[in-house]
């Protein structure tokens, strides 16, 4: 056993079951161990973005980490936005960063960097095993301090004569850390705040928005609380049969305008709302005048339980209020955001999973979509665009049995394009749309609120995707997925039905402009 | 004049008169500022490694920096790979990342980040324009800081408060960083040195490897002594009527063997030479056992100034042996780089710049180049692929009267390919090759080297590129650019011949395999 394979085998052990990879030299001996570990799904993607993303959809959708393989400091780095939406949406992950053989290091060799450097802002926890020894112990200690709480990456540098010298054993099994649970005195307090308050709000976000943590809202709700989540979160549990909390508008003016009068706002794993962006004379701290903000603990603690109990303190009933399955009737004309999602919400499956990435087309789509079959929502947490493709790799690879639908738009999707290579190369049951608008958007929005003038040529020329325009059929199909055009919304809507009643790879290009 | 106008104005001032930019919502004051300042030329990438590979074009075809204009720390990210190239090629750079406004950082929103701890690993100089009036001083000092000596990126961080505020005045210009002269006494010794060596070899990297320092490298070798540059350096002047020096092999037992009885290295502008990688019981020095390596100075020294007074206190005569014009005959039957470099060697006009990101296949067509017309030639300097199609763009926004040819393997070109519609969309000279051998074929011979078994089903998963195959072709007319592939000799060349007498952008596929 080499130190590659004790690390292989102790990822396994502690459930660490795919690898989103992009190898180079130093990483050889790892991918020559993965003949030796069945047990390991590896996964090769074109771009580290796309790795680190995959592997971000894989453990919002398990709960476990997956891992990555990175060629050295560069191969962090172009991975890196995507990690840093991981470290947003508190998402296990192991990273583990290929390097020169320990003793090649002092030579400075073309590809040498400070790893640790580049790994630290994202990381929990960084180390380098030093010795092929030293990789079972520290891999088993990397998927552990994953988990957080909350979770994150975790980086393990592995040098290439730690992976390709003899190792004495694997490493251990280590148990998964729990969850604070927030005391019961402090449950009861703040029930009490709560009857007190004339406007409360309860403000959720990380692991509050899954299933259990949205049902124990929906009792909140019935029992006559306004809860909200923030405004990107991980994972969100939604659809018919489950209770829709509101969500935190995106502009500041806009939130502020609707929490008007709220002067209680219980925080539940999140923190005090803030605006995206700040803007000259716009509010940045999204909390009212004379609202207190008070947390019933951070994202460190297990918010579905909190909530519960906080239920069970204001004495609301078990049954919560649900959306009712109502599908939209087919939609006809020139397309728009809102007509998408209309498709959309027809036609999408049972548990299906979106990854949202779709910046301005996203609010209309997930408006469209909330009373359509239950589905989970994957959120843009750190803003990083290009997201919405690998997020929909590591679903696919980790809920073989749920349709996965990535939404871009098209400044976004050609971050991480690549990863469209993956999903053909994997057959996996993911439908892609972009939404072809031919600019940046939300920048043109953006731009009069940051107080700059309205954009001359230049920057216009800045903004501006559509010189030439990408022909999104030709380049997909060039990654060897199959793509579609759709002008209006009964091609639109054709497309989504054809697509969400046949596995495997789709892709849409939605024109909006 | 707010601090975006300070900034934009001093940076013009200052000599940088490209900016190339994926900006956000935190950069659009910066963006309108643009309109106001005709001297910088905005130039629109659509993922931020290719900024940045294009302000590294940029710099090492000017000898001035550029600048980039990144998102806060995912944008920087994003960008890390190729300036961790930039940061190896010595290149003057400097890097415009915009930040969140100051009072805004503390709420900690989804796009924070440790933007200064991304940029160190990578940065000479980093800073943060905590107020306005910072802002022009600032970035006078970036542009100064980035000359080095030796060049590298300067991080100016630019919070959007500081953007948008009135800033009271520019910066100042600053003067250039003068590089430092190796004494006479030095330059005497080392000639004695030489002069009392058995079998000496000069080796030298950075500066050197442009005109001035590969002239007095060819006196130095009429006057008897073998003068080598570093495997990868980041600008070569070379071809017809330019002397050739030797170039230090890859593969360092092969180094070793062409190094084989050498007593005396002398160092200009760069250090001991080490293999690229290690790998099990293969020499990571490849220094001669014996053999003494001295050092002239490293790449903070004026190295061509150095070369000159060595060849004159060694008596070399001013006329030095140059490379003859020889062009190949047309090749004939199945594609192979040997005869890809001969028809590029045919058909490449005069002062041609190559972009050279192409692995496997770039060492064949660098050999077959030795005699063809002069020509400058830019590497991967740092081993981080990717850079070919960004660098290409760089360096055709600097040079507008020459041809750039990008020449990738197909695993490279996939990282950046995004590149690719800033060429169409800005109309550049350039013609890109990807060599499409669908296999990371360079790990293929890796694997033996670091130890590692043949590689077994999972392994060749992770080199393989061929499931699906890229259509290359469909891909690249996605992104604007007309495009063909060729499958032979003959088929190449003509395309080459066609694409190096037509300007503005070509792409062609040479199918290897």
Partial sequence: MNGADALIETLCDNGVTACFANPGTSEMQFVAALDREPRMRPVLCLFEGVATGAADGWGRMTGTPACTLLHLGAGYANGGANLHNARRAGTPLVNVIGDHATYHRQFDAPLNSDIAGWAAPNSLWVKSAETADEVGPLAAEAVQASFGAPGGCASLILPADSAWNEASAKGPVLSRPVRAKVSDADIQAMARRLKAAAKPVILMGGSCCGEAGVQAAGRLKAAGFRVMTDTFVARLARGAGRFAPDRMLYFGEMAMEDLKGVDLMVLVETVEPAAFFAYPSRPSLLVPEGCEAVSLGDKSIDGPAALVALADALGASEAAPVEPLDLPAAPTGGLDPYKIGAAIARHMPDNAIISDDAVTAGLPIFQSTRNARPHDWLMLTGGAIGQGIPLAVGAAVACPDRKVLSLN?????????????????????????????????????????????????????????????????????????EAVRCATAEEFDTAMAHAMTTPGPHFIEAVLG
Same sequence: chains 1, 2.
């Fill in 409 to 481: 738009g098209d400044g976004a999707a050609m971050y991480t394009v690549q990863g469209l290579w993956t999903i053909a190369r994997e057959k996996l049951d993911v439908t892609t749309v972009v939404f072809a608008n031919h600019v940046y958007r939300i920048l043109g929005i953006e731009m009069g609120r940051t107080g700059a003038a309205n954009p001359g040529p230049a920057a216009k020329r800045l903004l501006d995707l559509g010189d030439p325009r990408i022909d999104w059929v030709s380049l997909v199909g060039g990654l060897g997925v």
